[in-house]
């Protein structure tokens, strides 16, 4: 079942809950820009203002659309949104946990590096993810907050879970 909002979303929406409107966001951020996707990553943060306004307008001029700035629950936008989103997981929906920030939070630990821990691109979750070994971090391409595979194994190198010649294992 793909992505669903219970309110309008956009100029003269409803724009409540902010779950509405972070669902369009994200599904916006899924259609490449050649495709009527917004040309910089819209924050995924609830906040329906001129910038996912001007992301929904552009994507409804691209594809066909009444152009009104505004996604309606089961409307001809929010079909469309669904259809063209390249959304790597459509039954998944979104969580609350979104509202603690924007989807790209610049300057914040994360991406999957070693005891960092916050949302990257493509994590509009803000939960733990699989990046780089032992990192908490949101990396790209984990929405679900899946922890990471551990780190490294003592003496262990190149991810092999065996000690390996020359990765710091006595006798070898």
Same mark, same amino acid.
Not at 78 to 91: E, F, H, T
Not at 97 to 107: I, Q, R, S, T
């Given at each position: !079942?793909?992505?669903?909002?219970?309110?309008?979303? *956009?100029?003269?929406?409803?724009?409540?809950?902010?779950?509405?409107?972070?669902?369009?966001?994200?599904?916006?951020?899924?259609?490449?820009?050649?495709?009527?996707?917004? !040309?910089?990553?819209?924050?995924?943060?609830?906040?329906? *203002?001129?910038?996912?306004?001007?992301?929904?307008?552009?994507?409804?001029?691209? /594809?066909?659309?009444?152009?009104?700035?505004?996604?309606?629950?089961?409307?001809?936008?929010?079909?469309?949104?669904?259809?063209?989103?390249?959304?790597?997981?459509?039954?998944?929906?979104?969580?609350?946990?979104?509202? #603690?920030?924007?989807? /790209?939070?610049?300057?914040?630990?994360?991406?999957?590096?070693? @005891?960092?821990?916050?949302? @990257?691109?493509?994590?509009?979750?803000?939960? #733990? @993810?699989?990046?780089?070994?032992?990192?908490?971090?949101?990396?790209?391409?984990?929405?679900?907050?899946?922890?990471?595979?551990?780190? !490294?194994?003592?003496?262990?190198?190149?991810?092999?879970?065996?000690?390996?010649?020359?990765?710091?294992?006595?006798?070898?």
């Amino acid at each position: !079942m793909p992505k669903n909002i219970g309110g309008t979303v *956009g100029r003269g929406g409803r724009n409540f809950p902010a779950l509405d409107v972070m669902t369009v966001q994200y599904l916006l951020n899924c259609v490449p820009a050649a495709a009527g996707g917004p !040309m910089q990553e819209l924050a995924v943060d609830g906040a329906a *203002g001129p910038k996912t306004i001007a992301a929904i307008e552009k994507f409804q001029r691209g /594809n066909g659309c009444v152009c009104d700035g505004r996604v309606d629950p089961g409307g001809a936008t929010l079909r469309n949104l669904q259809a063209r989103a390249n959304d790597p997981y459509p039954n998944q929906p979104l969580s609350p946990a979104a509202a #603690k920030g924007p989807a /790209n939070p610049f300057g914040q630990k994360g991406f999957g590096q070693p @005891g960092g821990k916050g949302g @990257g691109p493509g994590d509009p979750f803000g939960q #733990k @993810g699989f990046g780089q070994p032992g990192g908490k971090g949101g990396s790209p391409g984990d929405p679900f907050g899946q922890k990471s595979g551990g780190g !490294m194994p003592p003496g262990g190198g190149g991810g092999f879970p065996f000690p390996q010649k020359g990765g710091g294992a006595k006798g070898y």
